[in-house]
């Protein structure tokens, strides 16, 4: 199992959207960043868990956990015209992207916001807090991940 850090605007798929069907697989789609979506293609698996960061919002940081129930497979907004995520240049025999989907595991207490991922030096080498990091799919090691659930 591995763990991972998946970006999200709350107004699009908030952890409450999870929470409020937490069975219900939730498809994670409209990934438009090559690097993200080769993490998502290649490494991301079934049973890993992600931890959901809200971001690009009033309160930005780690919302809660959800867990990875079916791996890649071509996301379908790429093929919806209706959809903001919607690729002309993507073909039902060649896609480009992929969408993986994810079941809600649990909402944190309280959002663990940016700044507190920042104040701990074990967190120095996590992705999100690196200067310039704006991947919205980023690996999280067992470590960061149990550094993490300790700050919370």
């Not at 595991?105 to 967190?123: F, Q």
């Not at 992705?127 to 659930?149: A, C, D, F, H, Y």
Request: some cysteine.
């Amino acid at each position: 199992m591995a763990y991972w850090l998946f970006k999200t605007e709350p107004s699009e798929c908030s952890i409450d959207d999870f929470a409020r069907a937490p069975h219900t697989p939730v498809v994670w789609e409209g990934v438009r960043n090559y690097q993200a979506r080769n993490m998502l293609r290649d490494n991301v698996k079934k049973h890993d868990l992600v931890f959901i960061y809200h971001s690009s919002c009033k309160l930005i940081g780690i919302a809660g956990i959800a867990k990875v129930v079916r791996e890649a497979y071509p996301d379908p907004s790429q093929f919806d015209s209706n959809s903001a995520y919607f690729d002309v240049k993507s073909a039902a025999d060649k896609p480009r992207w992929v969408a993986v989907d994810l079941v809600f595991v649990e909402k944190l207490p309280t959002l663990l916001p940016l700044d507190k991922l920042k104040s701990s030096t074990k967190l120095n080498e996590l992705p999100l807090v690196q200067k310039g990091s704006r991947l919205s799919v980023m690996p999280v090691t067992e470590t960061q991940w149990q550094v993490i659930l300790a700050l919370d």
